[in-house]
Protein backbone atom coordinates (compact mmCIF):
# COMPACT_ATOMS: atom_id res chain seq x y z
CA UNK A 1 0.00 0.00 0.00
CA UNK A 2 1.19 3.48 -0.42
CA UNK A 3 1.61 5.75 2.30
CA UNK A 4 3.30 9.47 3.37
CA UNK A 5 6.17 9.30 5.25
CA UNK A 6 8.98 10.70 6.93
CA UNK A 7 12.50 9.02 7.93
CA UNK A 8 13.43 12.04 10.56
CA UNK A 9 12.30 14.92 12.01
CA UNK A 10 12.75 17.92 10.15
CA UNK A 11 12.11 21.85 9.80
CA UNK A 12 11.40 21.32 6.16
CA UNK A 13 7.97 19.66 4.64
CA UNK A 14 9.58 16.86 3.30
CA UNK A 15 7.38 13.74 2.86
CA UNK A 16 8.46 10.04 0.66
CA UNK A 17 5.57 8.16 -0.57
CA UNK A 18 6.65 4.95 0.02
CA UNK A 19 5.63 1.01 -0.60
CA UNK A 20 5.05 -0.70 2.23
CA UNK A 21 2.80 -4.16 3.64
CA UNK A 22 -1.10 -3.73 4.19
CA UNK A 23 -0.78 -3.47 8.27
CA UNK A 24 -1.87 -7.17 10.12
CA UNK A 25 -4.55 -6.41 12.85
CA UNK A 26 -4.55 -7.75 16.48
CA UNK A 27 -7.34 -9.49 18.06
CA UNK A 28 -8.68 -5.91 18.75
CA UNK A 29 -7.93 -3.76 15.79
CA UNK A 30 -9.90 -3.16 12.54
CA UNK A 31 -8.35 -2.53 9.42
CA UNK A 32 -9.99 0.23 7.71
CA UNK A 33 -9.30 1.20 3.65
CA UNK A 34 -9.06 4.84 3.98
CA UNK A 35 -11.21 6.88 2.07
CA UNK A 36 -10.26 11.03 3.14
CA UNK A 37 -7.67 12.05 5.60
CA UNK A 38 -7.48 15.96 6.91
CA UNK A 39 -4.49 17.21 7.54
CA UNK A 40 -3.87 19.45 10.77
CA UNK A 41 -1.46 21.62 12.11
CA UNK A 42 -0.66 18.57 14.47
CA UNK A 43 0.62 16.94 11.44
CA UNK A 44 3.80 20.15 10.99
CA UNK A 45 4.32 19.42 14.90
CA UNK A 46 5.14 15.49 14.14
CA UNK A 47 7.71 16.13 11.36
CA UNK A 48 9.63 18.60 13.04
CA UNK A 49 9.46 16.63 16.23
CA UNK A 50 8.46 19.47 18.59
CA UNK A 51 5.86 17.20 19.95
CA UNK A 52 8.84 14.50 20.68
CA UNK A 53 8.44 15.14 24.40
CA UNK A 54 4.98 13.94 24.47
CA UNK A 55 5.18 10.90 21.96
CA UNK A 56 8.53 10.32 20.17
CA UNK A 57 8.50 7.67 17.36
CA UNK A 58 10.52 5.51 15.79
CA UNK A 59 11.03 6.10 12.36
CA UNK A 60 9.82 5.43 9.40
CA UNK A 61 7.13 7.41 10.19
CA UNK A 62 3.57 7.59 8.46
CA UNK A 63 1.53 10.85 9.17
CA UNK A 64 -1.99 11.81 9.94
CA UNK A 65 -3.78 11.65 12.67
CA UNK A 66 -7.46 11.27 11.78
CA UNK A 67 -9.21 9.75 8.95
CA UNK A 68 -12.46 8.13 7.26
CA UNK A 69 -12.54 5.24 5.29
CA UNK A 70 -14.25 1.40 5.11
CA UNK A 71 -14.15 -1.27 7.67
CA UNK A 72 -12.01 -4.03 5.42
CA UNK A 73 -11.34 -6.57 8.22
CA UNK A 74 -12.07 -6.81 11.91
CA UNK A 75 -10.25 -8.57 14.72
CA UNK A 76 -11.75 -11.70 16.53
CA UNK A 77 -12.59 -10.05 19.90
CA UNK A 78 -14.46 -6.68 17.76
CA UNK A 79 -17.91 -7.11 18.10
CA UNK A 80 -19.16 -3.69 17.42
CA UNK A 81 -17.60 -3.40 14.08
CA UNK A 82 -18.07 -5.29 10.82
CA UNK A 83 -16.91 -5.53 7.17
CA UNK A 84 -18.59 -2.51 4.89
CA UNK A 85 -18.86 0.03 8.05
CA UNK A 86 -18.19 3.54 7.53
CA UNK A 87 -16.44 4.80 10.34
CA UNK A 88 -13.73 7.65 11.71
CA UNK A 89 -11.22 8.27 13.89
CA UNK A 90 -8.89 10.22 15.63
CA UNK A 91 -6.08 7.37 15.30
CA UNK A 92 -4.38 6.80 19.08
CA UNK A 93 -1.44 8.81 19.27
CA UNK A 94 1.65 6.38 19.93
CA UNK A 95 0.15 4.46 16.53
CA UNK A 96 -0.41 7.37 13.96
CA UNK A 97 -0.79 6.85 10.23
CA UNK A 98 -3.72 8.21 8.21
CA UNK A 99 -1.74 8.85 5.22
CA UNK A 100 -2.08 5.39 4.04
CA UNK A 101 -4.83 3.48 1.85
CA UNK A 102 -4.82 1.19 4.55
CA UNK A 103 -4.56 1.44 8.63
CA UNK A 104 -4.65 -0.58 11.47
CA UNK A 105 -6.47 0.86 14.97
CA UNK A 106 -7.86 -0.69 17.88
CA UNK A 107 -11.58 -0.44 17.63
CA UNK A 108 -11.97 1.51 21.17
CA UNK A 109 -10.61 4.57 18.85
CA UNK A 110 -13.19 4.18 16.15
CA UNK A 111 -16.99 5.14 15.78
CA UNK A 112 -19.39 5.19 12.89
CA UNK A 113 -19.68 8.08 10.42
CA UNK A 114 -22.48 10.58 10.76
CA UNK A 115 -25.45 8.76 8.90
CA UNK A 116 -25.63 10.18 5.49
CA UNK A 117 -22.19 12.39 6.14
CA UNK A 118 -19.32 12.01 2.63
CA UNK A 119 -16.56 10.62 3.99
CA UNK A 120 -14.50 13.98 3.57
CA UNK A 121 -16.60 16.04 5.39
CA UNK A 122 -16.45 12.76 8.28
CA UNK A 123 -12.80 12.88 8.05
CA UNK A 124 -12.59 16.69 9.37
CA UNK A 125 -14.67 16.07 12.61
CA UNK A 126 -12.86 13.41 14.97
CA UNK A 127 -9.50 15.31 16.11
CA UNK A 128 -11.37 18.59 16.49
CA UNK A 129 -14.52 17.42 17.59
CA UNK A 130 -12.78 15.20 20.58
CA UNK A 131 -10.32 18.45 21.54
CA UNK A 132 -13.60 20.49 22.29
CA UNK A 133 -14.98 17.66 23.88
CA UNK A 134 -12.23 16.56 25.96
CA UNK A 135 -11.58 20.33 27.14
CA UNK A 136 -14.96 20.80 27.74
CA UNK A 137 -16.09 18.01 30.04
CA UNK A 138 -12.58 16.30 31.17
CA UNK A 139 -10.40 19.93 31.56
CA UNK A 140 -13.02 22.26 32.13
CA UNK A 141 -16.27 20.61 33.29
CA UNK A 142 -17.85 23.07 32.62
CA UNK A 143 -21.52 23.82 33.03
CA UNK A 144 -24.54 25.27 30.99
CA UNK A 145 -24.89 28.63 31.33
CA UNK A 146 -20.96 29.28 32.40
CA UNK A 147 -19.30 31.38 29.66
CA UNK A 148 -16.25 30.44 27.52
CA UNK A 149 -14.08 32.21 25.06
CA UNK A 150 -12.71 30.59 22.28
CA UNK A 151 -9.59 32.52 21.16
CA UNK A 152 -8.56 31.94 17.37
CA UNK A 153 -11.80 30.24 17.04
CA UNK A 154 -12.55 31.26 13.62
CA UNK A 155 -10.90 27.70 11.90
CA UNK A 156 -11.68 24.07 11.63
CA UNK A 157 -11.82 24.06 15.11
CA UNK A 158 -13.96 26.87 16.20
CA UNK A 159 -16.11 25.05 13.24
CA UNK A 160 -16.82 21.99 15.50
CA UNK A 161 -16.13 23.32 18.74
CA UNK A 162 -18.58 25.81 18.82
CA UNK A 163 -21.69 23.57 18.10
CA UNK A 164 -20.38 20.93 20.71
CA UNK A 165 -20.04 23.66 23.28
CA UNK A 166 -23.49 25.14 22.58
CA UNK A 167 -24.97 21.54 22.93
CA UNK A 168 -23.51 21.74 26.47
CA UNK A 169 -25.18 25.00 27.10
CA UNK A 170 -22.20 26.98 27.25
CA UNK A 171 -22.18 30.97 26.34
CA UNK A 172 -19.89 30.59 23.72
CA UNK A 173 -17.86 33.90 22.94
CA UNK A 174 -14.96 33.68 19.56
CA UNK A 175 -12.27 35.51 18.55
CA UNK A 176 -11.22 35.50 14.91
CA UNK A 177 -11.25 37.00 11.03
CA UNK A 178 -14.17 38.67 9.44
CA UNK A 179 -14.81 36.21 6.70
CA UNK A 180 -15.68 33.78 9.42
CA UNK A 181 -18.07 35.69 11.46
CA UNK A 182 -21.13 34.79 9.68
CA UNK A 183 -20.11 30.81 9.62
CA UNK A 184 -18.87 30.67 13.12
CA UNK A 185 -22.64 32.69 14.45
CA UNK A 186 -24.49 30.18 12.41
CA UNK A 187 -22.71 27.63 14.06
CA UNK A 188 -24.23 28.93 16.99
CA UNK A 189 -21.67 31.71 19.22
CA UNK A 190 -23.09 34.11 21.39
CA UNK A 191 -20.63 36.94 20.51
CA UNK A 192 -18.00 37.17 17.65
CA UNK A 193 -15.10 39.72 17.75
CA UNK A 194 -13.00 40.39 15.13
CA UNK A 195 -9.36 40.83 16.22
CA UNK A 196 -8.55 43.34 13.64
CA UNK A 197 -11.20 45.67 14.78
CA UNK A 198 -11.40 45.05 18.57
CA UNK A 199 -9.52 44.31 21.48
CA UNK A 200 -11.23 41.31 23.15
CA UNK A 201 -9.28 42.09 26.82
CA UNK A 202 -10.77 45.49 26.69
CA UNK A 203 -14.34 44.68 26.03
CA UNK A 204 -14.69 41.07 27.82
CA UNK A 205 -14.60 40.34 31.86
CA UNK A 206 -15.25 37.49 34.38
CA UNK A 207 -15.26 35.02 31.35
CA UNK A 208 -15.64 31.58 33.28
CA UNK A 209 -13.56 29.93 30.56
CA UNK A 210 -10.99 30.76 27.92
CA UNK A 211 -9.36 27.81 24.76
CA UNK A 212 -6.03 28.67 23.58
CA UNK A 213 -5.66 27.99 20.27
CA UNK A 214 -3.13 31.20 19.76
CA UNK A 215 -0.21 30.03 22.06
CA UNK A 216 2.39 32.48 24.29
CA UNK A 217 1.79 35.71 22.73
CA UNK A 218 -1.76 35.88 23.69
CA UNK A 219 -1.54 34.18 27.59
CA UNK A 220 -1.48 37.58 29.71
CA UNK A 221 -4.55 39.09 27.81
CA UNK A 222 -6.42 35.59 27.85
CA UNK A 223 -5.66 35.16 31.65
CA UNK A 224 -6.84 38.93 32.23
CA UNK A 225 -10.81 38.68 30.95
CA UNK A 226 -11.15 35.56 33.59
CA UNK A 227 -13.34 35.34 36.50
CA UNK A 228 -11.43 34.55 39.75
CA UNK A 229 -11.12 30.49 39.81
CA UNK A 230 -11.29 30.50 36.04
CA UNK A 231 -9.66 28.10 34.02
CA UNK A 232 -7.43 28.86 31.04
CA UNK A 233 -6.78 25.99 28.90
CA UNK A 234 -4.02 25.96 26.11
CA UNK A 235 -4.00 23.99 22.86
CA UNK A 236 -1.04 25.44 21.88
CA UNK A 237 0.97 27.21 24.46
CA UNK A 238 3.23 25.40 26.93
CA UNK A 239 2.79 22.08 28.37
CA UNK A 240 2.91 22.00 32.95
CA UNK A 241 3.49 19.36 35.41
CA UNK A 242 -0.18 18.78 36.07
CA UNK A 243 -0.33 17.70 32.19
CA UNK A 244 2.91 15.84 32.37
CA UNK A 245 0.95 13.74 35.43
CA UNK A 246 -2.11 13.39 33.70
CA UNK A 247 -0.92 11.32 30.77
CA UNK A 248 1.97 9.74 32.89
CA UNK A 249 4.92 11.12 31.46
CA UNK A 250 8.16 9.34 32.95
CA UNK A 251 9.43 11.14 36.24
CA UNK A 252 12.37 12.89 34.24
CA UNK A 253 9.73 14.18 31.64
CA UNK A 254 7.39 15.31 34.72
CA UNK A 255 10.29 17.43 36.20
CA UNK A 256 10.80 18.70 32.76
CA UNK A 257 7.09 19.96 31.95
CA UNK A 258 7.32 20.80 35.55
CA UNK A 259 10.21 23.62 35.29
CA UNK A 260 8.46 24.51 31.81
CA UNK A 261 5.31 25.30 32.67
CA UNK A 262 6.12 26.78 36.11
CA UNK A 263 5.61 30.57 34.70
CA UNK A 264 2.52 29.84 33.22
CA UNK A 265 1.11 28.29 36.12
CA UNK A 266 2.49 31.12 38.97
CA UNK A 267 1.01 33.87 36.95
CA UNK A 268 -2.18 32.55 36.98
CA UNK A 269 -2.12 31.56 40.12
CA UNK A 270 -1.28 35.25 41.26
CA UNK A 271 -4.85 36.27 39.80
CA UNK A 272 -6.52 33.28 41.64
CA UNK A 273 -6.97 31.75 38.42
CA UNK A 274 -5.91 28.48 36.57
CA UNK A 275 -3.68 27.27 33.71
CA UNK A 276 -3.86 23.96 32.09
CA UNK A 277 -2.50 22.10 28.46
CA UNK A 278 -3.91 19.31 26.92
CA UNK A 279 -3.38 17.06 24.19
CA UNK A 280 -6.07 15.42 22.17
CA UNK A 281 -6.61 11.14 22.72
CA UNK A 282 -8.47 9.04 20.66
CA UNK A 283 -11.87 7.95 21.98
CA UNK A 284 -14.34 5.93 20.39
CA UNK A 285 -16.95 6.15 23.14
CA UNK A 286 -16.61 9.94 23.12
CA UNK A 287 -16.51 10.23 19.35
CA UNK A 288 -19.91 8.30 19.23
CA UNK A 289 -21.10 11.43 21.75
CA UNK A 290 -19.75 13.68 19.23
CA UNK A 291 -21.20 11.67 16.33
CA UNK A 292 -24.61 12.23 18.07
CA UNK A 293 -24.34 15.97 18.72
CA UNK A 294 -23.19 16.41 14.41
CA UNK A 295 -26.51 14.78 13.74
CA UNK A 296 -28.67 16.35 15.70
CA UNK A 297 -27.27 20.00 15.01
CA UNK A 298 -26.26 19.07 11.39
CA UNK A 299 -22.99 20.34 12.05
CA UNK A 300 -21.11 20.53 8.78
CA UNK A 301 -17.10 21.56 8.91
CA UNK A 302 -16.13 23.88 6.27
CA UNK A 303 -13.45 22.40 3.71
CA UNK A 304 -10.93 24.02 1.82
CA UNK A 305 -12.04 24.38 -1.91
CA UNK A 306 -8.31 22.24 -2.91
CA UNK A 307 -8.26 18.64 -3.09
CA UNK A 308 -5.49 16.36 -2.65
CA UNK A 309 -4.44 13.10 -3.47
CA UNK A 310 -1.73 11.03 -1.56
CA UNK A 311 0.58 12.49 -4.38
CA UNK A 312 0.00 16.02 -3.33
CA UNK A 313 0.70 15.34 0.12
CA UNK A 314 3.19 17.88 0.83
CA UNK A 315 1.54 20.78 -1.40
CA UNK A 316 -1.45 20.04 1.47
CA UNK A 317 0.94 20.33 4.43
CA UNK A 318 2.20 23.32 3.22
CA UNK A 319 -0.91 25.06 2.95
CA UNK A 320 -1.75 24.12 6.33
CA UNK A 321 1.88 25.41 7.48
CA UNK A 322 1.53 28.77 5.98
CA UNK A 323 -2.24 28.69 7.11
CA UNK A 324 -3.73 30.10 3.97
CA UNK A 325 -6.62 27.79 3.98
CA UNK A 326 -10.38 28.64 3.68
CA UNK A 327 -11.57 24.95 5.72
CA UNK A 328 -10.24 21.67 6.60
CA UNK A 329 -7.61 20.42 3.83
CA UNK A 330 -8.78 17.22 2.82
CA UNK A 331 -6.44 14.13 1.69
CA UNK A 332 -8.66 11.78 -1.04
CA UNK A 333 -7.96 8.53 -1.52
Known amino acids: ?41 LDILNITGSVKLI ?17 EEVGNKV ?3 KKGDFVY ?23 KMPK ?10 PLAGLTAYQGIMEELKAKPNESILITGGSGSFGQIAVPIAKAFGLNVIVTGNERARDSIISAGADQYLDYRKEDYWDILSNVDYVIDTLGEKEFEHELSVLKKGGILLSLRNLPNGKFAEKI ?21 ALQGKEYRFMFVRSD ?50
Open 1 to 41: MKTAQITKYSKEIKVVINDIPIPKISDTEILIKVKAAAVNP
Open 55 to 71: QDYSMPLTLGNECSGIV
Open 79 to 81: TNF
Open 89 to 111: TRLPIKKIGAFAEYVAVDSQAVA
Open 116 to 125: DYPFDIAAAI
Open 248 to 268: KLPFLKRKLFEQVGKKLDNAA
Open 284 to 333: GEQLKEITRIIEEKQIVPKLDSRKFNLFEIESALELVYKGHTNGKVIVYF
